[in-house]
């Protein structure tokens, strides 16, 4: 059995400079995260949370220690080579939907493959359908995003996430604007992705239910994890 995590942080820092103050939302983390798991991340307003999630998304770059996702060391790579990591390995999902207004869905989840030259307009089409129809939402492929309701919004949002096929899934508050029906919905979603597709899912919320969905919670406090005996996966070390 490969007991590799999919995400492996070792003393992972991150600082910022303000004015003459240094700030270091992220200090000195150490966590593992198995392939395939749905991992909730909560903790107070500032404790470094989306710090965290844009690390693990490419997004941003650590100061000092080691990120490995997916056996890619993210740590050792250009922006140009991280940006294009980030386009073929992970999806990210906000909390508010970020779609192309006069966009239809279907162009909205179509927009990441358009990067990709390789794909011929029946692949791209046939990847787009296949999205929208495993979110649920193939019947609403040509509306505009002001025409759904935010639960539909979301997938779609999950949909384009996930068009390109990415293991990796990020999702910032996924569920902070919708209803509680809606959002029960798309935590099943999400649930089912991580464990009927194997998609590694690392969710930040201020919810306790949300978090609840998830295989597992770790909480941040002015950026280090809370001590819990499973912060970090004993069987991995
Ligand atoms: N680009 C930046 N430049 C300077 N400071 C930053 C930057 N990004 C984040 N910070 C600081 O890092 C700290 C952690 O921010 P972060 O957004 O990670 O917290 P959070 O836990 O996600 O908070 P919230 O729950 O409010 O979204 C904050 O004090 C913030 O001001």
């Known amino acids: 059995m490969d007991t590799t995590p999919f995400i492996r942080c070792r003393q992972l820092s991150k600082s910022y400079q303000k004015g003459s103050n240094t700030v270091t939302p992220l200090q000195e983390l150490d966590l593992d995260v198995p392939s395939g798991e749905f991992l909730a991340l909560m903790g107070p307003s500032g404790s470094g949370k989306t710090t965290l999630l844009n690390l693990i998304a490419g997004i941003d770059q650590p100061t000092s220690g080691e990120l490995v996702v997916d056996g890619r060391n993210l740590t050792t ?5 991280l ?3 980030r386009s073929q390995h992970c999806g ?7 779609l192309v207004p006069i966009l239809t869905a279907f162009e909205n989840v179509e ?32 509306h505009r995003p002001s025409e759904l309701s935010g639960g539909q919004e979301q997938r779609v949002a999950i949909a384009r996430a996930i068009v390109a096929d990415p293991g990796l899934l990020v ?10 029906v809606s959002a029960r919905q798309i935590l099943e979603l999400l649930q089912s992705l991580a464990s009927d597709h194997g998609k590694t899912i690392v969710m930040v919320t201020h919810d306790a ?3 609840a969905a998830a295989s597992r919670t770790l909480h941040l406090e ?13 069987q991995f070390d």
């Open 77 to 81: 790579l250009s922006r140009a080579d």
């Open 83 to 85: 940006t294009r990591w």
């Open 92 to 98: 990210y999902i906000f909390q508010l939907y970020h």
């Open 111 to 142: 927009l990441p493959l358009l990067l990709d030259k390789s794909l011929s307009r029946r692949e791209r089409h046939d990847r787009v359908a296949g999205a929208l129809d495993l979110v649920g939402i193939a019947d609403r492929a040509d």
């Open 171 to 180: 999702a910032d508050e996924p569920t902070g604007d919708l209803d509680s």
């Open 209 to 211: 239910k949300a978090a």
């Open 222 to 234: 002015k950026g280090r994890l809370e001590e819990t005996p499973e912060a970090l996966a004993p």
